[in-house]
């Protein structure tokens, strides 16, 4: 690695670890209901939306009721986000004059984003008006977010609450961290992204001439769209002079910036930020890589505020931390190291030289580079964010396994936005657990009791991912609507399916786009998966909530064990590798692996 390259990545870490306490006090305050200085201006705004619903803000709900309350929001959202893709070509705001989206399709789009896993198995820009852009992406970025976020406080207060019943209110829970984190972030990300560039705009798509056409041949087809051949047999050609190229416009910035901040992911281009209308300038890739990481990093501090143990917070955030920096640093070792076949040839002659585009610069923006692709790749996979400003299917196998293996790892290094922290302390249950049972005491965390119903709930949610992951995959790569879609045959192929549902069922969105997934079998099924999973995670950690916050507290006592030490949070991180690696390293043998050791066999590494 450069010295470059090792300046750029502890910028960026120096500078999220210093977001980290401002941004988490501040959160704190928004939940316990605290004054902030955004009260006197969204306050009015946010008892004017209790007043118009029927909220009674200080009426608290049982776990029951609070789950209830989410999954009949999400539905309504669902069913909201569905509509409108489907009838957009009557709706304003489509300057393209798109047609309404095939019903599959928009069952997936639904379905990917009440779910905030922005899963795109479409080309926005191709697909979608700004309405629906709007409208039904958008306002589901910030409504996913702020669910996932309200679910995470609820599990809080489980575990700080003794003898009670209640939980908060879901409404408020979501209304606050819309309005008073969300929405505040996201307008201060926009207007810095317009700076840089990202457009911000409702203008028809843009034509211009081009300065030397473009030629390329199409075959001829018949009224049924099937090639034209001729009397030998041979696909009858036609060429085609290109003069003009489409630029699309649109309100891009808006939607970047919460989908960066939300741990959202869905672009509103194919290309994702990868695209220089989305994504610039460095200033631009840095800004939209920090905001990756910035919630879920932040709510490590207030849940240590919460709790009323600082140490807690630290203590988890230093697991998420020294996972996510190794893999990290491998992604960006082994896509600096190269292709060893160019190598061989001798194209690279100073493959590691900072003024030249040496190691793996296939798929990559040569205004971003290696270590900014592998750092985002990594950043974007350790949490559920799913962007990209490089393309996964072109990094080098060994480098390509890490966005793998962060997301098999159950998205627990830092994770999405209240979604990582959650999926972290079930983690936590059974680390303790683990803990208890060499020490032949009943495991406890924050003066709580860890009972079969815990652990039952925690291994559900922790145990069903690789499950479904694992099983759609395997089905998948041998029946014909799962294999067609496939570019590379070989283990390359198998990666391409096991990232599409590790991605889906991680609620993640990323692809290595070598897999045609927009078609009814993927669109289907993934969108099932994305459902499934989602919300399936949902019951045993609100069920654990309520359970924790119905106990009597505990106090310590000299077998207690400590949850803030070096010594759990090396236990953690074992216990999350090792459960990862349990359910996944065979199949990943069969993809990244593999594909690494031939590659090394066929040319001498």
């Known amino acids: ?31 316990e209901g605290k004054s902030s200085g955004l009260n006197t201006i969204l306050g009015p705004i946010e008892r004017l939306f209790y007043r118009l619903s029927g909220v009674h803000a200080k009426q608290e709900m049982n776990w029951k009721t609070y789950l209830s309350a989410m999954l009949i929001f999400n539905l309504l959202g669902m069913l909201a986000t569905y509509c409108i893709p489907r009838l957009q070509a009557f709706l304003p705001l489509n300057p393209q004059h798109f047609s309404a989206v095939p019903a599959e399709l928009s069952f997936n789009i639904a379905a990917s984003f009440i779910t ?21 992406l958008t306002v589901q970025n910030f409504l996913s977010a702020a669910s996932a976020m309200a679910l995470l406080i609820a599990l809080i207060r489980g575990l700080t609450r003794h003898e009670n019943q209640h939980l908060g209110n879901f409404w408020v829970d979501l209304v606050r961290g ?6 505040p972030l ?58 003009e190229q489409v630029i699309p416009m649109g309100p891009v910035a808006s939607q970047i910036a919460i989908k960066q901040l939300g741990s959202n992911g869905g672009g509103f281009f194919n290309t ?25 990093a932040a709510f490590c501090y207030t849940f240590g505020v919460m709790v009323k143990d600082k140490r807690q917070g630290w203590a988890i955030f230093l697991a998420m931390f ?36 040496g190691g793996n610069m296939e798929g990559k923006e040569t205004r971003f580079g290696i270590v900014n692709s592998a750092l985002w790749a990594s950043a974007t996979t350790a949490t559920s964010n799913g962007s990209c400003n490089a393309m996964l299917d072109s990094f080098t196998p060994l480098a390509g396994l890490i966005p793998l293996w962060l997301m098999h ?32 005491r009943t495991p406890e965390y924050l003066g709580k009791k860890i009972e079969p119903f815990e652990m039952k709930m925690a291994s559900f949610a922790v145990l069903l991912m690789p499950l479904i992951v694992l099983l759609l995959t395997a089905i998948s ?25 590790t991605s889906l069922g991680n609620n993640n969105g990323s692809s290595f786009a070598g897999l045609n997934s927009n078609t009814p079998f993927y669109n289907i099924l993934g969108g099932i998966e994305m459902l499934l999973m989602r919300f399936w995670l949902v019951i045993p950690a609100l069920a654990i909530a309520g359970s924790f916050a119905s106990k009597k507290t505990i106090p310590k006592s000299a077998g207690t064990l400590p949850t803030h030490t070096p010594l759990f949070i090396i236990l953690l991180i074992g216990v999350i590798v090792i459960i990862g690696a349990l359910s996944f390293f065979p199949a990943l043998a069969l993809g990244p692996i593999v594909e690494q050791l031939m590659l090394w066999r066929q040319y001498g590494h």
């Open 116 to 136: 905030n896993t922005d899963w795109q198995a479409y080309a926005g820009e191709n697909t979608l008006s700004y309405m629906t852009q709007m409208l039904a």
């Open 409 to 440: 790892l159950g998205e627990v290094v830092f994770g999405g936005a209240g979604s990582g922290l959650y999926g972290m302390l079930m983690m936590i249950i059974i680390a303790v657990f683990v803990a208890g049972l060499m020490v032949g």
């Open 477 to 501: 790569s041998v029946i014909a609507p799962g294999t067609s879609g496939i570019a590379n045959p070989g283990a390359h192929g198998f990666t391409e399916i096991l990232y599409a549902f």
């Open 322 to 357: 020294i996972l996510f920096v190794p893999f990290m640093s491998i992604s960006v070792l082994f896509e600096q190291k190269g292709n060893p076949a160019l190598t061989q040839m001798g194209i690279l002659e100073r493959p590691n030289a900072e003024s030249y585009p």
């Open 186 to 243: 996201a307008v201060i990300l926009a207007v810095a992204l317009s700076s840089q560039g990202v457009i911000q705009n409702f203008k028809p798509y843009q034509k211009i001439s081009l300065m030397q056409p473009v030629h390329y041949q199409l075959p001829y087809t018949d009224t049924l769209g099937d090639p034209i051949k001729d009397r030998t047999g041979n696909v009858v050609m036609q060429t085609i002079e290109v003069t």
């Open 272 to 296: 994702n930020s990868a695209h220089p209308f989305e994504n610039p300038t460095p200033i631009s890739n840095f800004l939209e890589m920090l905001a990756i990481l910035l919630i879920p």
């Open 1 to 31: 690695m450069t010295e470059n390259g090792i300046w750029q990545i502890v910028l960026y870490l120096a500078i999220l670890i210093a977001l980290v306490k401002p941004l988490g006090w501040y959160m704190t305050r928004v939940y």
């Open 178 to 183: 819309t309005l008073y984190i969300l929405l």
